[in-house]
Each structure stands twice: as structure tokens, then as C-alpha cells.
């Protein structure tokens, strides 16, 4: 497993493009070899979705394009329509200029499984699972409404890992776990982008001994996603020898879930954090922030 978490943390920053094989023919998108989904392509940045055994329509998705006149930059709305059950959900950032982007998006929130059988009922459920996720009534500040533990799908050397992501959700920033590892611990030993449309990339920490009572070190990894419907701060967490310590059946998970729970409500108002991660990693931010300043 040691030797599977180095090939993750490497590929990681690859990951939507290298992670699955998806072809497409005739408009059908095929994941391994197998046909899943058809991709329609009204328009530039509009595209149906249909279940490739019934050919019943599921999924409008479309794509917005909006300029931000406070901190002008131009922003990008993508909005999922799912006609079966009426609901609509919006993801910020998200742009999808091909039938390959659509279904990476869906892979990633495991809305396909190469390994598991898509059926019309399956995407249903999947977007229900999605939906109860995308929605914050209020935000919290250094605290957060509820955790959830997803499996984050990575595909390394064609084995299909399922990664144990815990998520505390409604947060005020979805920098918290970034900022509490960096607080207690110091610089992250690198930041990862994931997709290429991202400005905020994943913070991993090495060799980090988060158990003061325990000997053992672990390698972290900090997430964190802000969309209008959701925020979250997020942590994958694994061992030296690679073993993922938030899986079902290890004996540290729930005192880890805890202890980055009691992380984000002991978070003081210290701001070296976000001065160093905006000048180092997104100095678009960080200039916005100086410009306010002079102000």
C-alpha cells in the first residue's frame, strides 16, 4: 500500500485526465471498454445526457459565463438540470467544453464506477446522494454543520483505489484544513493542482506526528471546495506505510475525524496562513487582498 500512496500523490495532480480510460463512439461514452452514458452536444457549452440502454434524456448541463466587476475576472457556472427528479445543481469554476469534460465531472463525484453496472436508477440515486450535498443553508465560522466521509476514486496502474475523504461541510472557509495543519505544523511540502481550471490547490503534508500519545507519522492531504451551493473543508490522511486512516476498519479513524474536527473550532483569527498560500500559490488573491489594503 506504501508504494500505491506514492504513485497517488504523484498522479493526483493528473488525475482527470490519466485516471480512466473514456472513449467515445457514436456519442457514447465508453469507461474500460463499456458503454455508459450518451453525450448529446447542443451547443458549445450545452450538452444532454442520456441513459445508453433506454435512450431516456437525464441531465441538462450547461456552462455560464459571468465577469466579476469588483475583482475583475471572468467566472464560470456550470448547472446540472436532472429531469427525473427536478432538481438543479450549480458548480462554480466548472467548465465543460467537450463530452470527455462531462464525464469526468461524473467520475469524480462517482456518479460512475468503471467497475459497476450504470444504470438509470444508479445515476437517480447518485444525484440524489449529490444533491443532499450541494447545500448550505449557513456557513460557520470555526465550526461546521455536518461531516461526511466520501471514498475519493484514484486509479493507479489500472487498480481502482477508493480513498476515504472526511468532509466537514458549511464551513466558513474551505481553507480551514489547510490553515490548521499549517498553524500547527508548519509549510506544506507541496501543492497539488487537480484540474485546470482550479486556483486553489491541495496542501500535502509529510511525515507530520499528529498524535502526540502514538508513534506514528502520517502524510496528509488537505482539500477543500466553495461552490454557491456548498462548502466544505476536506483531509485524507494515511500512515508510513501507506494505509488509509480513515478506512472502515482502522482503529485511529474516528479519533482523527475528531481531532481535525476540534482542528477547525480551536482555528485562531492568525493570518500568516492566508498571506503565504495566496502570495505562493495564488497570487491573483494575493494582489486582490494588497490593492484592498492601500485602499
Not at 145 to 164: A, E, G, M, R, W
Not at 227 to 249: C, H, K, W
Not at 258 to 280: Q, V
Request: a positive charge.
Amino acid at each position: 500500500m506504501k508504494k500505491y500512496l506514492t504513485l497517488f500523490i504523484i498522479v493526483f495532480s493528473v488525475y482527470f485526465n490519466t485516471a480512466q480510460n473514456i472513449e467515445f463512439k457514436d456519442d457514447i461514452a465508453f469507461i474500460d471498454g463499456k458503454p455508459y452514458l450518451k453525450i448529446e452536444r447542443k451547443s458549445k457549452y450545452k450538452f444532454l445526457v442520456y441513459d445508453v440502454k433506454t435512450n431516456e434524456k437525464l441531465i441538462k448541463v450547461t456552462t455560464q459565463k459571468k465577469y466579476n466587476e469588483i475583482n475583475q475576472f471572468m467566472y464560470y457556472m456550470t448547472r446540472f438540470y436532472f429531469f427525473t427528479i427536478k432538481k438543479e445543481l450549480t458548480f462554480n469554476e466548472k467548465v465543460f467544453e467537450s463530452e470527455y469534460g462531462v464525464i469526468e465531472f461524473l467520475y469524480e463525484h462517482q456518479v460512475l464506477v468503471s467497475d459497476t453496472a450504470i444504470t438509470t436508477k444508479k445515476v437517480i440515486d447518485d444525484y440524489k446522494r449529490l444533491s443532499t450535498k450541494a447545500s448550505c443553508e449557513k456557513i460557520l465560522r470555526n465550526d461546521y454543520s455536518q461531516i461526511l466521509i466520501d471514498n475519493f476514486p484514484s486509479v493507479v496502474n489500472k487498480d481502482t483505489l477508493f480513498i476515504n475523504e472526511v468532509k466537514y461541510r458549511c464551513v466558513h472557509s474551505a481553507a480551514y484544513t489547510k490553515k490548521v495543519m499549517f498553524d500547527r505544523f508548519g509549510m506544506w511540502d507541496k501543492g497539488i493542482v487537480t484540474h485546470k481550471y482550479s486556483r486553489h490547490p491541495n496542501l500535502v503534508w509529510q511525515n507530520v506526528k499528529l498524535l502526540p500519545d502514538i508513534d506514528k507519522k502520517f502524510t496528509v492531504i488537505t482539500r477543500g471546495v466553495e461552490s454557491r451551493q456548498t462548502i466544505y473543508a476536506s483531509v485524507m490522511i494515511f500512515d508510513e506505510n501507506g494505509n488509509d486512516m480513515l478506512a472502515p476498519n482502522s482503529v485511529l479513524r474516528y479519533r482523527l475525524v475528531g481531532l481535525f474536527g476540534l482542528f477547525i473550532r480551536e482555528n485562531t483569527r492568525d493570518r500568516a496562513f492566508y498571506d503565504i498560500y495566496w502570495k505562493k500559490l495564488d497570487k491573483y488573491d494575493w494582489n486582490v487582498v494588497q490593492e484592498y489594503k492601500r485602499q
